[in-house]
């Protein structure tokens, strides 16, 4: 039987079957565990984003700018992380990665209370900014889920990666939709509660906000490191410059021949190699892509049907959120290591963003839209094991990946600012019907599958 898998100057003639090394299941379930903090706390707002900003009152009721603050909103978060986490995932190359997740986990802890409690628009911006600022653990988590595995289990890894994305994606917009004003969803239970009352949207923020706190003291309890040589924080930013060079003085005789180049974090010029700009750039358009529908998408379903939209309540768009989450947690546990060792990186990079795409209509729309939403998921999965073999070495892994993560960052800032914006748009001006924005995503899912052209056939790891 012929073999029609793509073959190149960089395949290997003779294949050889390598036995899988096993997982070191109990730290990699923890790096799982804490790693849901973070799609909870994000997919939390977004069924009662639109609402909120509409309670807020400072649309004046129009309700075409809805899509402005809501895209302003969600983009915050991201604009601050682009100037945060590559100095968080180099910090972590030095100090190691366990101190700089409990950081992140505590500032993502204290900005969701904070936005609980915010009863202006000037209050979310500030929670949301802090949000970003403080956590740089997504990065820094990929760095070390990359040091858990080697070559022959990887795959496997990033399967069971997507559990914690799948189930923050379920639970989070279930809570946010079923447990914002729950005064008056539940006037049984919250009816009295006068601080429910004021704070309509605390509940919901509190619970991936306390999830988030819980996660930061089984880090700090029972999470190892996997930097082999990690400096102490207090040498990092309480010694001086001459006590600095002093202990590398002394300390290099004894360290120099356990210490070799792949141990070294290399500096930040050295990284930008041929392969890193390109697998940084691929998941940058692959961030822009998903994030600009994620965003829109909600939006979309909370618009009055008069305008264009589905005008469902909060609660009904957190179900379908919800379903997504379901459905994408299962086909990445069950299909996405054997998808990707039969197809290889670059084909499940480039199938995934292939089919990401919008469909606006009745509920059998919205289900096939559902469905079809999954499969750029395993475009994630793919980009991340390019980017772990894309670093130059093992000590620059952290790096790395905060690199790539500036410029995802970036359009993850830009994506929901600018396409609810369209958004908004496309129904004040009834551009090309009020579908405007829609023609645009087609764009740039376009534009993502031309620079994924770019992309190696394989990659080997450092």
């Not at 909120?52 to 309700?63: C, K, Q, V």
């Not at 022959?152 to 994606?169: E, R």
């Not at 940058?284 to 264009?308: C, M, W, Y």
């Not at 009745?362 to 991340?384: H, K, N, R």
Request: aromatic share 12%; net charge positive.
């Amino acid at each position: 039987m012929t073999n029609t898998r793509e073959v190149d100057e960089e395949t290997p003639l003779l294949r050889t079957e390598q036995k899988k090394t096993p997982l070191p299941w109990f730290q990699f379930g923890l790096v799982l565990f804490l790693q849901l903090g973070e799609p909870l706390t994000s997919q939390v707002i977004y069924p009662f984003a639109p609402q909120l900003i509409r309670d807020l009152g400072i649309t004046g009721g129009d309700e075409s700018k809805v899509g402005y603050y809501v895209g302003i909103m969600q983009s915050l978060f991201f604009l601050t992380q682009a100037f945060t986490v590559l100095h968080w995932s180099r910090l972590s190359d030095s100090v190691g990665r366990k101190p700089v997740i409990l950081i992140g986990l505590f500032g993502l802890s204290v900005s969701m209370y904070c936005f609980g409690l915010s009863t202006t628009f000037v209050g979310l911006v500030l929670s949301r900014a802090l949000n970003g600022a403080l956590n740089g653990n997504i990065g820094v988590i990929k760095s070390m889920m990359a040091e858990l595995t080697d070559s022959t289990n990887i795959s496997q890894a990033y399967a069971y990666m997507p559990i914690a994305w799948s189930t923050g994606g379920t639970l989070g917009p279930i809570i946010g939709g079923s447990l914002s004003r729950p005064a008056e969803r539940f006037p049984t239970l919250f009816g009295n509660n006068e601080f429910l009352k004021k704070y309509p949207y605390f509940l919901p923020c509190a619970v991936p906000a306390t999830y988030t706190l819980l996660a930061w003291i089984v880090t700090y309890l029972l999470l190892k490191e996997t930097v082999k040589h990690p400096k102490p924080l207090k040498q990092v930013f309480f010694k001086s410059k001459e006590e600095k060079k002093l202990n590398q003085i002394s300390n290099s005789q004894t360290i120099i021949h356990e210490i070799d180049d792949q141990e070294k974090p290399l500096p930040l010029r050295s990284l930008f190699t041929f392969q890193v700009v390109i697998a940084g750039t691929n998941y940058a358009f692959l961030a822009l892509v998903d994030i600009a529908f994620r965003a829109i998408q909600p939006l979309f379903f909370s618009t009055p049907i008069e305008l264009g939209g589905l005008g469902l309540a909060p609660p009904t768009i957190g179900n379908i959120l919800s379903s997504f989450g379901v459905l994408n947690g299962v086909f990445q546990i069950f299909f996405f290591a054997k998808i990707h060792d039969y197809w290889g990186s670059k084909k499940v990079f480039m199938a995934g963003i292939a089919v990401q795409g919008y469909s606006a209509g009745l509920w059998f729309a919205v289900g096939t839209q559902v469905v079809l939403s999954i499969m750029p998921s395993l475009s994630y999965g793919a980009i991340f094991i390019f980017i772990a073999g894309a670093s130059p070495n093992k000590a620059s892994l952290g790096a790395t990946n905060g690199l790539c993560q500036v410029a995802v960052s970036v359009m993850r800032a830009l994506g929901p600012a600018v396409t609810n914006s369209m958004f908004s748009l496309s129904i004040a001006n009834n551009y090309l019907g009020g579908y405007m924005v829609y023609y645009m995503l087609v764009v740039i899912g376009g534009v993502a599958l031309l620079v994924a052209t770019r992309l190696p056939s394989s990659m080997t790891r450092p």
